[in-house]
């Protein structure tokens, strides 16, 4: 089974505070995704990474940066978090596929209060 | 542009009733992947079902039937026998196929639709 691990299920931050959210996928996926889900927004996404050490802005990706230094791992950053970063945050990771996409697994979730 | 509409945004049932949650799409490519999405009250997407575009043949899981139809881009999944547990709100999503490097077929995401399935 994909397993899609994130470091907290819940944080709570200061306005001003850097915040690093962790993600770890064990199946040996080239994709890693980062999203943020709002009550009547849905799913959005914020960056996406589809190799070590490479990055791509997704829809949203104002007032974050990642992070991939290794394949399992896919860091999101908020270098000064504001409450309008108050979210569930959401990473997934997918495969390669032959035709450039493939189902993405997601991890269970962080929810983040930023005050 | 891609979008993906779910336009029933709550639906409650009783359960034992069959239920049926809609969506519709819209994409240029001809080459493209559709998702269904479960997320339960715990917060995790739990993935249910892929279809590419070249395959409309309906698919049955258990409870679980999707019934994909290009001509009207919809791709509506229904829950035979609801049960307490179906309960969650689900997500339909769609992606286009990319060529290695570059955008890898992102995921466009309905809103959601709430599914409330009662005693």
């Known amino acids: 089974d994909v397993k899609v691990t994130q470091s907290s299920r819940y944080l709570v931050k200061r306005t001003g505070e850097k915040v690093f959210l962790e993600c770890v996928q064990d199946?040996?996926?080239?994709?890693m995704f980062w999203y943020r889900q709002d009550p009547g927004l849905g799913l959005r996404l914020i960056y996406f990474?589809?190799?070590?050490?490479?990055?791509e802005k997704g829809d949203i990706p104002e007032g974050y940066s990642v992070s991939r230094e290794k394949k399992e791992r896919f860091s999101l950053i908020l270098e000064s978090a504001s409450t309008n970063q108050t979210s569930m945050y959401l990473c997934a990771s997918s495969l390669l596929g032959s035709m450039g996409t493939d189902t993405q697994y997601f991890g269970p979730g962080t929810r983040l209060t930023v005050l | 542009a891609q979008k993906v509409t779910q336009a029933q945004t709550e639906i409650s049932v009783v359960e034992k009733e069959d239920v049926t949650l809609d969506c519709v799409y819209e994409t240029r490519d001809t080459t493209y992947y559709l998702f269904w999405y479960k997320q339960p009250p715990s917060g995790e997407l739990v993935f249910l079902i892929r279809?590419?575009?070249?395959?409309?043949q309906n698919e049955i899981s258990g409870r679980y039937s999707w019934n994909f139809q290009k001509s009207t881009s919809s791709f509506n999944f229904t829950i035979t026998a609801s049960q307490v547990v179906d309960s969650a709100v689900y997500f339909c999503a769609l992606s286009e196929a990319r060529d290695y490097g570059g955008s890898q077929g992102n995921l466009i995401f309905g809103k959601g639709t709430k599914l409330s399935v009662k005693p």
């Open positions: 279809r590419n575009s070249f395959d409309e």
């Open positions: 990474s589809y190799d070590v050490k490479m990055k």
């Open positions: 199946m040996d996926h080239e994709n």
